[in-house]
């Protein structure tokens, strides 16, 4: 891909981000589910509260609404019921606590992390908050307790979790979007009528509705495989409001990733089973080829990111689980398999282009704080499961976005990452991949449905 991808048009095709990926989902799967720094996380799932609304109104936006829900789940067996299908399963420590950290800060508190885990080193002092972040630090506060899930007992798929709760958390993520009015775009080259825009365009909803029509351009690139993939941010707009779409794409590309795995590992109501559902793919991703586009753009993200990271992962600063120098060495080895395929496709995303331009510098603060405000938003998601995987991607996606526009290259600094940091980073981009896997295979299932009827 072009180094100038973002924008640009020519580039690399979606077959080869698909061929990178059939390469690197086995490792980046081996990485995530059989290293145990890898397939725990730690972070805060039961103990903040929503900072934007009362949490009541999460679960429903009013009261006939919450009647209304109440009376739906009652009209199904318990162990169908949303809240069941979204508990949270599997071995989950305590966390030492900041208490006994301070007690005595030479010898730090080992976590417990249940028999069957075998973790030994999951303590760390990943407390601090550093300006650079892109995401509110799990432990951003005093007397925060962290929580440890294992990742891989806790699979992210469909729980049930839906209605004006789940619709006012995306909502507002989507609303996160709205920069200053005064620098929406005014002119773009979009090749439909429309356009440039009179003033009543500076409205959000019609930069979606343009981004819609370019997706229709772009839907046939999709279809067709070979075609030139165009990581660019949906529709063209001037350099100026680069920023804003990259922030666009990479929700709807996270909440896209989000809502193929529901469809992929969906639970088939009437025999029981868990499969994957071809109508649910048809009506949230394959009738949006925007959203699916916004998936790969948010893959060739993360790889760059992993890519540019890989040099650092080499250095000293990480040991991934110090006290085991056999199940580090191990570690170590899986997690550069990750970043020498993310490098083996060069040229896949330039972040260079990104708050260089314009009024591009001055929104470097602006876009890293309404990141931090949908790391917060995850705190209003009413369902375990979901807050979960919403805060580990979201945390990933932060995580990339600072190793792409804090860690320079030309110089010698070393950017090290928390554990937490590295554990999302690397987990989001196995969702991801995942994902790619997951289109591609209702892609051909679509092809033969069509075909058939
Ligand atoms: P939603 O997916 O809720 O979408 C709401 C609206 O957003 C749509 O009507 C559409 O206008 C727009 N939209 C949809 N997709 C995109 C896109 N990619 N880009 C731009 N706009 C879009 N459910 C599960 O079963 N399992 C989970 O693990 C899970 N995790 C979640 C994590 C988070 C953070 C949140 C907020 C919700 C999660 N949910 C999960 C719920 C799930 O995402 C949907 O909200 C739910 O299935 C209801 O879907 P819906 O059809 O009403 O549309």
């Known amino acids: 891909i072009s180094p100038k991808s973002i924008v640009d048009d020519a580039c690399a095709s979606y077959a080869t981000l698909e061929k990178l990926n059939s390469r ?39 009261i006939g609404c919450a009647v209304e829900t109440l009376d739906n789940e009652e009209d199904i067996p318990e162990v169908w019921r949303a809240h069941e299908l979204s508990k949270l399963e599997g071995p989950r420590a305590q966390h030492p606590g900041k208490s006994a950290h301070h007690e005595d800060p030479e010898r730090p508190l ?10 030994s080193c999951v303590f760390e002092y990943d407390d601090e908050c550093d300006e650079r972040d892109y995401c509110v630090p799990e432990d951003e506060s005093a007397s925060s307790k962290g ?27 989507y609303r996160e979007n709205c920069f200053q009015k005064s620098s929406f775009p005014h002119s773009a080259n979009l090749g439909v009528s429309q356009w440039p825009p009179g003033p009543a365009a500076q409205d959000f ?25 165009v990581a660019k941010t949906g529709f063209e707009v001037e350099d100026e409001c680069l920023e804003k779409r990259v922030f666009y794409r990479v929700m709807s590309g996270m909440h896209a990733s989000i809502s193929t795995h529901l469809c992929w590992d969906s639970l088939n109501q009437t025999t029981g089973e868990w499969q994957p559902n071809l109508s649910c793919y048809e009506h949230r991703l394959h009738n949006f080829p925007d959203r ?30 110090t006290g085991d120098p056999q199940g580090d060495a191990v570690t170590r080895s899986k997690v550069l398999a990750v ?34 405000n949908v790391s917060r938003l995850m705190d209003c998601v009413g369902c375990d499961k979901c807050r979960l995987w919403g805060k580990l991607q979201t945390a990933g996606y932060g995580t ?31 969702r991801i991949s995942s994902s790619i896997h997951a289109i591609g295979q209702f892609r051909n299932r679509m092809a033969d449905k069509i075909a058939a009827e």
């Not at 909803?205 to 993939?229: S, V, Y």
């Not at 993200?301 to 992962?313: E, I, P």
Request: charged letters at 25%; a negative charge; glycine letters at 6%.
């Open 292 to 321: 699916i586009s916004n998936v790969y753009f948010n893959y060739a993200l993360l790889t760059r990111a992993v890519a540019k990271l890989g040099q650092n992962l080499k250095g000293e600063e990480y040991t991934f689980c």
């Open 205 to 229: 909803k019609q930069i979606l509705d343009a981004a819609g029509r370019q997706a229709q351009l772009e839907h046939q690139r999709i279809e067709k495989p070979n075609t030139p993939f």
């Open 110 to 119: 080992q976590g417990k992390l249940g028999e069957d885990v075998g973790e």
């Open 147 to 173: 929580d440890y899930v294992s990742l891989v007992r806790n699979p992210e798929r469909y729980t049930g979790y839906a209605g004006d709760g789940a619709r006012q958390v995306w909502d507002a993520i």
């Open 24 to 62: 690197l989902k086995p490792v980046v799967d081996d990485l995530t589910r059989n290293t145990d720094f890898f397939s725990h996380y730690r972070l805060n799932l039961f103990h903040k509260s929503c900072p934007f609304w009362n949490e009541e109104d999460g679960m429903c936006g009013n």
């Open 400 to 430: 990339a976005l600072k190793v792409l526009f804090e860690l320079d290259n030309n110089s010698d600094d070393v950017l090290v990452l928390k554990r937490t940091e590295l554990v999302a980073l690397f987990n989001t981009y196995a």
């Open 339 to 372: 970043a020498e395929q993310a490098a083996s496709v060069p040229e896949i995303f330039d972040e260079s282009l990104m708050f260089v331009n314009g009024e591009g510098p001055s929104l470097k603060e602006d876009f890293r704080n309404r990141f931090r």
